[in-house]
T-cell receptor, first 112, second 111 residues
Framework: NAGVTQTPKFRVLKTGQSMTLLCAQDMNHEYMYWYRQDPGMGLRLIHYSVGEGTTAKGEVPDGYNVSRLKKQNFLLGLESAAPSQTSVYFC???????????FGEGSRLTVL | DAKTTQPPSMDCAEGRAANLPCNHSTISGNEYVYWYRQIHSQGPQYIIHGLKNNETNEMASLIITEDRKSSTLILPHATLRDTAVYYCIVRSQGGSEKLVFGKGMKLTVNP
C-alpha cells in the first residue's frame, strides 16, 4: 500500500518547455487534488477532481491543465512552463466529501 | 481569505504539552475544524478534526470552545519530531468543499 505517489520528484525545465506530473493513489479515493507551495506560503489549490473523467479549477489554475482518465491517476500538465511556475507541487487524495486528505511527498519543479 | 487566525510561531520544550491556538470567529454551524501539519518539506499530514465536541486520537487532542470561535490543538508530550508547520482549517463537511491552507504556525520543539 504505497498511498499517494508522485513522479517525478525533481525536474528542471527551460521556459517554454512542457511537462506532465503524475499522481497515483492506491486507496480507491474518489477525490484528487493538485496544490502548489511557494516559499513561506501555504498550499494553494490548482485543480481538483471529484471522480474519474471530471476536473475542476481551484484557486490558481492558469497555466495548468489536468486529466483524470483513470480513478487512480491525476495528471498535471504545464504546456509552456514559466519561471513563475517554479514551485513544489503536492498531490492529494481523499474519500468523497471528507476533509482527510492524504498527500504525496511533493515534486520540486524549477523553471529557468 | 483564510477563515482562521494562528500566531506565526511558538516554541515548546521537549516532553511538555504543546498547546496550539486557532481563532475562527466566523465559523458556520456546519463547518468543521481541521488540523494538519507539515514537517520540513514533506507533504502535509492530517492530524485531527472536530465539529463541536472535543476529540482525541493517537496523535493529539482538539479542544473547541463552546461558542466554536476558537480551538486548541494539544500535543500531550511534544517531541523533536513534532517540529513542523501546523495548519488550522475550517471546512464544510460533504460535497466538494476544498481545504484552504493559510500560512500556518511554526512549532519548534526545543531539547
Amino acid at each position: 500500500n504505497a498511498g499517494v505517489t508522485q513522479t517525478p520528484k525533481f525536474r528542471v525545465l527551460k521556459t517554454g518547455q512542457s511537462m506532465t506530473l503524475l499522481c497515483a493513489q492506491d486507496m480507491n479515493h474518489e477525490y484528487m487534488y493538485w496544490y502548489r507551495q511557494d516559499p513561506g506560503m501555504g498550499l494553494r489549490l490548482i485543480h481538483y477532481s471529484v471522480g474519474e473523467g471530471t476536473t475542476a479549477k481551484g484557486e490558481v489554475p492558469d497555466g495548468y491543465n489536468v486529466s483524470r482518465l483513470k480513478k487512480q491517476n491525476f495528471l498535471l500538465g504545464l504546456e509552456s512552463a514559466a519561471p513563475s511556475q517554479t514551485s513544489v507541487y503536492f498531490c492529494a487524495s481523499s474519500f468523497r466529501g471528507t476533509g482527510e486528505l492524504f498527500f504525496g511527498e511533493g515534486s520540486r519543479l524549477t523553471v529557468l | 481569505d483564510a477563515k482562521t487566525t494562528q500566531p506565526p510561531s511558538m516554541d515548546c520544550a521537549e516532553g511538555r504539552a504543546a498547546n496550539l491556538p486557532c481563532n475562527h470567529s466566523t465559523i458556520s454551524g456546519n463547518e468543521y475544524v481541521y488540523w494538519y501539519r507539515q514537517i520540513h518539506s514533506q507533504g502535509p499530514q492530517y492530524i485531527i478534526h472536530g465539529l463541536k465536541n472535543n476529540e482525541t486520537n493517537e496523535m493529539a487532542s482538539l479542544i473547541i470552545t463552546e461558542d466554536r470561535k476558537s480551538s486548541t490543538l494539544i500535543l500531550p508530550h511534544a517531541t523533536l519530531r513534532d517540529t513542523a508547520v501546523y495548519y488550522c482549517i475550517v471546512r464544510s463537511q460533504g460535497g466538494s468543499e476544498k481545504l484552504v491552507f493559510g500560512k500556518g504556525m511554526k512549532l519548534t520543539v526545543n531539547p
